[in-house]
T-cell receptor, first 110, second 114 residues
Framework: KAGVTQTPRYLIKTRGQQVTLSCSPI?????VSWYQQTPGQGLQFLFEYFSETQRNKGNFPGRFSGRQFSNSRSEMNVSTLELGDSALYLC?????????FGPGTRLTVL | EDKVVQSPLSLVVHEGDTVTLNCSYE??????LLWYKQEKKAPTFLFMLTSSGIEKKSGRLSSILDKKELFSILNITATQTGDSAVYLCALQLAGGTSYGKLTFGQGTILTVHP
């Protein structure tokens, strides 16, 4: 089975812009969750989707949003980017109770 | 806040040594505890533990969960330089408000010298 894929792998944006990241889960997995990883805060949960419905959301401002499509692919969007949004954004696909991470999107905000 | 604490925060060993990484937590109601290895990229899944006292093994790595004392350990025997990485422990909580959420520890940085 192919693993979790994320695009793009690297992204450079400037403050105030918006960005959309994409994640395709492992085939057959219907749950996708998103995490932000920074050196200072470690891995923090953003949100989780299952069958196109957001089931859970972490403590992030409303600038962070997401959605899931009928084929289980998911996107997350960050609007009005801030310097502090620079991070590795990881998507995880859930199956058999375990979570498998994609390679991540490295976002740099200048 | 549901706390997951890993120790030590960093560890330097030589090839061939055996290491034990610790993960302690404060939550009693959780679905599973997961271990990941992270090099300069995304976390790679190692183990999922749900039952106390049952050891999971994969090659030189093994892990066990103690639900009574609220901790898990990850053992690596005969370490190799390729084992150098950050090892992350995460809890998957139970309950409807915990869907999809893993609560991570701060990680243990393992460095294996040749």
């Amino acid at each position: 089975k192919a693993g979790v894929t994320q695009t793009p792998r690297y992204l450079i944006k400037t403050r105030g812009q918006q960005v959309t990241l994409s994640c395709s889960p492992i085939s057959g997995h219907r749950s996708v969750s998103w995490y932000q990883q920074t050196p200072g805060q470690g891995l923090q949960f953003l949100f989780e989707y299952f069958s196109e419905t957001q089931r859970n959301k972490g403590n992030f401002p409303g600038r962070f949003s997401g959605r899931q499509f009928s084929n289980s692919r998911s996107e997350m969007n960050v609007s009005t980017l801030e310097l502090g949004d620079s991070a590795l954004y990881l998507c995880a696909s859930s199956g058999q109770g375990s979570k498998f991470f994609g390679p991540g999107t490295r976002l740099t905000v200048l | 806040e549901d706390k997951v604490v890993q120790s030590p925060l960093s560890l330097v060993v030589h090839e061939g040594d055996t290491v034990t990484l610790n993960c302690s937590y404060e939550v009693t109601n959780f679905r599973s505890l997961l271990w990941y290895k992270q090099e300069k990229k995304a976390p790679t899944f190692l183990f999922m533990l749900t039952s106390s006292g049952i050891e999971k093994k994969s090659g030189r790595l093994s892990s066990i969960l103690d639900k009574k004392e609220l901790f898990s350990i990850l053992n690596i025997t005969a370490t190799q330089t390729g084992d150098s990485a950050v090892y992350l422990c995460a809890l998957q909580l139970a309950g409807g408000t915990s869907y999809g959420k893993l609560t991570f520890g701060q990680g243990t940085i393992l460095t294996v010298h040749p």
